[in-house]
């Protein structure tokens, strides 16, 4: 991980704007921003500055705790592959310390804003407070900053605010908050500028913004430029049968895959009604939206009632759908819409719903019952626009102290989580120390059970038998903790995680052709070579520093054990191994040995596994075969080409990769979504469980299969 000419090139290699907006107070002020390169006396922070993006954002963090001052607002970061113009890395990191849960949180929002900034610096760090009203922070080409006062953007929308600066402004780079923003509400959000906007904030990073004074930050700077459409990567992108599959289903496929393994909050393990949901947003008037350069866009536009647009993804709706208990999609894009126009995480919104509806379902609130009943939802949503934005401005875990609800409550670190039947899921949010969301929602995820590819991709860790059952807590430590691992060092980059789980998935790239394509500079050698085990050795280092910020922010052990998954967690391979590899001790924090190996690739080693002796589950012996009959449903994209095969003949019992490349030659229009090679391709599911590629499928079997790359 050091950079091939020392430290002196790490210190130069991150430009940073820095903007204290409490100058603009001062009658004879300094320049209201400063751009300067990283410096840090700590070399191992100057060192995972290099390397940009998300890893910048914390090195800023933490220097600014070494100093002995208060850490920065909120700061803005954008990593190398987006100063590259590399397809779908459109990402800027948006990092703050939590008004929910009080600890670091990351945010990564896509648009104009990552290739704008590129442009002009690779972080801006907000601190201060501006008194003046409807302030909005434009940053020029040259890094020159200044504040310009707009009262009359002042409780406007995020979609209002975009198009009152646009009109000022022309083309921009732009992030803005909502009226919940303003008021501090502590779950508002952060919107991008685009129409309708895209938007980011787990855990309050609007109110941050908010609590600078700020209305908006425009970047009026020329977007960095990108790559071609016909670079290799591009075309290994286009090529994806995971990606165009994510692509038809706007990641509503995944509706379906919640309901299969009988996920709480779902449509109560009723996959008809999930499938029909799902349908119901597909055949709602509806456009693709996606990132720089990706040739399979996922995000979904729907054309709104009055002439309006919504932008709707699974991650945001599901909260807001099935778990209210809204089987038609208008009624969860409705509230969707609400949650946008009054800038608040619809996540965070949907959970604080869900305690309401439960406390008057209990009689702890003498109100009519609220599940099903989207008026009355929408009306609690647009409260926290109002003047008084209490009732469930604090967040769920706040609505449920206040209710009595604590016992119901299911959250990590401050924030709403979910309940999940894959165990590697459930430890991914307790144990994320940049917010429960980047790991809930990790789209490598889907690798767990997939025949095989999970052991190739982790080798040589090793793997005890039943680490590819998501019910199994064998190996779910390690899982999560590689997981982690290449989720932190693909944000720094600012490439797509869900483009990179695709390309792995699908088995075209392995680690060190992922790291090839897309690592920094400052890991690559003279030769600008560069390993998946360096890749991965700087987010396991860029994990720890996150862990050692929230530490310096008075986390305590509990934090990564929160009640509703205590039982979980206590089992062997989970929070016990995930610490050990990790490097953490009792108090979830690193210890000496971890951190004094942050910058080596020997962090990876800590947990001592790679002596640990990999053993795949045991063959069973051949079983005399006959005729026999299986039934299949198709989800997503495997809806239609398996329409008519609801029941397929074969020779049975067969290993599920058998019968798949059978059912591949009988079905050609469905052949490129079965098989790539010898490789399963769909995730499929036997009474709700992951069945993986050499398991045995039996006369009678109920097998569900979708093509889906998990989270989003």
């Not at 990567?233 to 090529?239: I, P, T, V």
């Not at 509230?335 to 946008?340: K, Y």
Request: a negative charge.
């Amino acid at each position: 991980m050091r950079p091939p000419t020392g430290p002196s090139r790490a210190a130069e290699s991150a430009r940073v704007l820095t903007v204290n907006l409490s100058r603009s107070q001062a009658e004879c002020s300094p320049p209201l921003g400063v751009l300067a390169p990283f410096a840090a006396a700590d070399e191992r922070l100057a060192r995972i500055a290099a390397l940009s993006g998300s890893a910048l954002a914390v090195a800023l963090f933490l220097r600014a705790l070494d100093a002995g001052g208060s850490p920065p607002c909120l700061v803005v970061a954008v990593g190398e592959g987006v100063r590259a113009g590399l397809p779908t890395a459109a990402r800027a990191t948006v990092a703050g310390i939590a008004p929910l849960g009080g600890r670091y949180v990351e945010g990564l929002l896509g648009g104009e804003l990552a290739g704008r900034l590129a442009s002009v610096a690779d972080a801006l760090e907000l601190c201060g407070r501006t008194e003046l009203p409807g302030a909005v922070l434009v940053v020029g080409a040259d890094a020159e900053t200044r504040l310009v006062s707009l009262p009359e953007l002042i409780d406007l929308d995020p979609r209002a605010t975009a198009h009152a600066l646009a009109r000022r402004f022309g083309s921009r780079g732009l992030l803005c908050v909502g009226p919940a923003g303003e008021r501090g509400v502590a779950f508002a959000n952060l919107a991008g500028g685009e129409d309708p906007p895209g938007f980011v904030g787990r855990g309050g990073l609007g109110a941050l913004l908010g609590g600078l004074g700020l209305k908006a930050v425009v970047v009026a700077a020329e977007p960095v430029a990108a790559a071609g459409p016909d670079s290799a990567l591009a075309r290994d992108l286009a090529a994806s049968p995971r990606l165009r599959a994510r692509a038809e289903g706007g990641t509503f496929e995944l509706l379906a895959i919640s309901a299969v393994r009988g996920e709480p909050g779902g449509p109560s393990g009723d996959v008809d009604a999930a499938v029909r949901l799902a349908g119901d947003l597909e055949s709602t008037d509806h456009h693709r939206r996606g990132c720089r350069g990706c040739p399979t866009p996922c995000g979904w536009v729907f054309e709104r009632p009055g002439g309006g647009r919504q932008g709707g993804r699974f991650s945001a709706l599901h909260p807001l759908g099935p778990s209210l208990g809204l089987e038609g999609g208008e009624g969860a894009l409705a509230l969707m819409a609400a949650c946008d126009a009054v800038g608040v995480d619809a996540k965070e919104a949907g959970a604080c719903l869900v305690l309401e509806a439960r406390a008057r379902e209990l009689g702890l609130r003498p109100r009519p019952p609220l599940r099903g009943d989207v008026t009355e939802a929408r009306r609690l949503i647009e409260d926290l626009a109002g003047k008084d934005a209490a009732r469930l401005g604090g967040g769920a875990r706040a609505v449920a102290e206040d209710l009595g609800l604590s016992a119901e409550l299911v959250a990590a670190r401050g924030m709403s989580a979910q309940a999940e039947s894959d165990l590697t899921l459930v430890l991914g949010q307790c144990v994320s120390a940049r917010g429960a969301d980047s790991m809930r929602s990790s789209p490598f995820g889907g690798l767990v059970g997939m025949g095989g590819r999970l052991r190739e991709l982790l080798a040589p860790l090793p793997l005890p038998p039943g680490a590819e059952d998501p019910a199994d807590p064998a190996g779910s430590g390690r899982i999560v903790w590689w997981h982690e691992n290449l989720s932190c060092a693909l944000d720094m980059t600012g490439f797509c995680a869900f483009s990179a789980a695709a390309l792995l998935a699908d088995g075209v790239w392995g680690i060190d052709e992922l790291a090839a394509a897309v690592a920094p500079v400052a890991l690559r050698d003279e030769a600008g070579r560069v390993s998946g085990r360096a890749f991965l050795a700087a987010g396991a280092a860029l994990a720890l520093l996150q862990r050692e910020l929230n530490g310096r922010l008075g986390s305590r052990g509990e934090e990564d054990r929160p009640p509703w998954a205590a039982a979980a967690l206590a089992r062997a391979g989970m929070w016990d191994e995930y610490r050990r590899v990790r490097g953490l001790d009792e108090q979830g924090r690193p210890t000496s040995a971890a951190a004094a190996l942050v910058g080596e690739q020997a962090l990876l080693d800590i947990g001592g596994l790679g002596a640990e002796r990999d053993e795949p589950a045991t063959e069973r012996a051949a079983e005399p075969r006959a005729p026999g009959r299986v039934r299949l449903r198709g989800l997503g994209a495997l809806a239609r080409p398996l329409a008519g095969w609801e029941e397929f003949a074969c020779e049975l019992p067969a290993p599920l990769a058998e019968v798949l490349a059978v059912l591949a030659e009988r079905c050609p229009v469905a052949s490129e979504l079965l098989m790539e090679g010898e490789r399963v391709l769909p995730t499929v599911y036997r009474a709700g469980r992951r069945v993986g590629a050499r398991e045995t499928v039996v006369e009678g079997d109920r097998l569900d299969l979708v093509v889906a790359i998990g989270g989003g």
